[in-house]
């Protein structure tokens, strides 16, 4: 038998305070090469589970939130009110679907020099009209959970309409997304002098991200998209219920981001390499509990010669994408998400008619090196408390980007110059980015083997495996005992 650390016995027991187990874990450092079955590789993967859990952690710890508020489900630092007329202008209307249901709609535009009074530096002000991005939630959810995206946009000169769907448990996301579009385009949209019609983009998380995925290649009005976990497979197993499905001779011709995570909902040990991974009837989604492939929606739009970009968060889970601060997350994937967002879309709807900022918007996509302040300028929302300064947002300006990356799952990249048309890509971005630049691109993974439905570990379990998974059911329960010590609600 291998001998387990006594911090992991401990958590086994549900006593060791889980602040008491990062103590020592660095979650910015380089991650450390490991054989699975290695006393290395599980004290890797415990560690990787407890930086996928920090801004959980560091919610505990926040005295700045509002006390009225203990449990907030979204993050209370980003309140538009807060903002409006110094970051960002703000509206807020409804909008009636094709079935008559009321839309809860939030507009975020760039500041003017007239509408807006000490706005920080970096922030846009600029009188339009405005490249345009449409924001999706995911199921369950709301537009809330996105203002970190949507009013990083407006900040960085996009206006940004974000909206609630219909029925958020499935079925409306796809039809509610084509009529907010139609609205969009109409003279009802009250701004109609604000927004570029030829410059508009679209970004959605979950079956948000699905919607994305298909609306974008569907729609002729969809320059660029962005996926929030994940980008999904419009051609290769389709399973999303968003009240529409891709035509069976849809057509792949728009560029889109895919960002991804080590995990989904809830953080779970990996004791053997968790790709290449089987199919787990999922479809083409790219995300899931059990084994599946994150690259599919990639290599549809790779393999149709589009520009297309998957990166994978080291430590990230799917709720990285909606801070409800009660939920597991990392500290540093909302910052990375946009990040790669204001690049993407800076790339491929700004750039079309901005050459410097086209070939500015690609080297931070492709130039792997440390992270600039591009995200950091619109990171507002919470963070590490301090006694003195109070709440302090997370940062990465300084971080690697490499290091940013899973060491789980492979992230990839296919990319055209702006100016040349000439191609870096690569099917294993983090090993080329430590290593320089990307290479030229590898030939797609082998075809993944079926596993049984529900499957959920990269294999077998060992008896050190056992113990992991024994090691984090001890932190969820002294997790909850903190949660409800504080009166969080942590579900």
């Known amino acids: ?6 911090g992991i016995l401990l958590a086994v027991m549900g006593l060791y305070p889980t602040w008491a187990l990062s103590q020592g874990i660095d979650c ?6 490991a054989e699975p079955g290695s006393v290395t590789w599980t004290q890797r993967d415990l560690e990787n589970i407890s930086c996928a859990e920090q801004r959980l952690m560091d919610t505990y710890a926040n005295q700045a ?27 807020a209307t409804t909008v009636l679907n094709r079935a008559g249901a009321e839309l809860a709609v939030d507009i975020f535009r760039p500041c003017t020099a007239d509408s807006c009074q000490d706005v920080p530096p ?10 345009t991005v449409l924001i999706v939630h995911g199921g369950a959810s709301n537009r809330q959970l996105h203002w970190w995206a949507a009013q990083s946009l407006a900040e960085a000169g996009y206006l940004a309409v974000a909206f609630d769907v219909a029925e958020t448990s499935g079925g409306d996301h796809g039809i509610d997304a084509q009529d907010m579009l139609d609205w969009m385009f109409s003279d009802a949209f009250p701004f109609p002098h604000d927004l570029n019609r030829s410059r508009v983009g679209i970004a959605g998380h979950s079956q948000g991200a699905s919607t994305a995925s298909l609306i ?30 891709p035509p069976a001779d849809v057509q792949i011709t728009k560029p889109g981001l895919g960002i991804g995570a080590d995990y989904y909902f809830v953080p779970i040990p990996y004791t053997e390499p968790p790709e290449p991974a089987p199919r787990n009837g999922e479809g083409g989604r790219g995300r899931g509990f059990s084994p599946h492939p994150k690259d599919l929606g990639y290599q549809e739009l790779r393999a149709a010669g589009v520009d ?11 709720l990285d994408f ?3 601060t009660i939920s597991p997350s990392s500290r540093y994937g909302e910052a990375v998400a946009t990040y790669l967002t204001l690049a993407w879309f800076d790339r491929y709807l700004k750039g079309i008619d901005d050459a410097e900022l086209a070939r500015d918007a690609h080297a931070r996509l492709v130039e792997f090196t440390t992270f600039d302040s ?8 919470s963070g590490i408390y301090d006694l003195t300064a109070g709440n302090q947002p997370y940062t990465i300006e300084g971080l690697s980007i490499c290091e940013r990356m899973s060491f789980y799952f492979r992230s990839r990249v296919s990319l055209r110059h702006p100016d040349t048309g000439a191609r870096v890509a690569t099917e294993d971005l983090r090993a080329a980015c430590k290593s320089g630049m990307p290479g030229e691109a590898a030939a797609p993974p082998a075809a993944p083997v079926p596993s049984p439905e529900g499957a959920r570990f990269g294999g077998a379990l060992s008896l050190e495996g056992l113990m992991l998974m024994l090691a984090v059911v001890g932190l969820r329960r002294r997790r909850v005992q903190v949660a409800n010590a504080r009166n969080f609600i942590y579900r």
């Open 1 to 6: 038998m291998r001998r387990l650390s006594c």
């Open 28 to 33: 910015d450092t380089p991650a450390v090469d």
């Open 65 to 91: 939130f509002d006390p009225a508020v203990p449990a907030p489900l979204r993050d209370t630092f980003r309140e538009p009110a807060k903002h409006a007329g110094h970051r960002f202008r703000f509206d």
């Open 122 to 131: 970096g922030l846009s002000i600029d009188n339009g009209p405005y490249p």
């Open 216 to 245: 974008a290649q569907i729609d002729p009005r969809i320059q660029a998209f962005v996926a929030w976990d994940n980008l999904t497979a419009l051609k290769d197993g389709w399973e999303d219920d968003i009240g529409i499905e």
């Open 308 to 318: 297309t970009m998957l990166y994978v968060l080291r430590a990230g889970t799917h």
């Open 322 to 324: 909606t801070p409800t």
């Open 374 to 381: 591009s995200a950091d300028i619109h990171s507002i929302g």
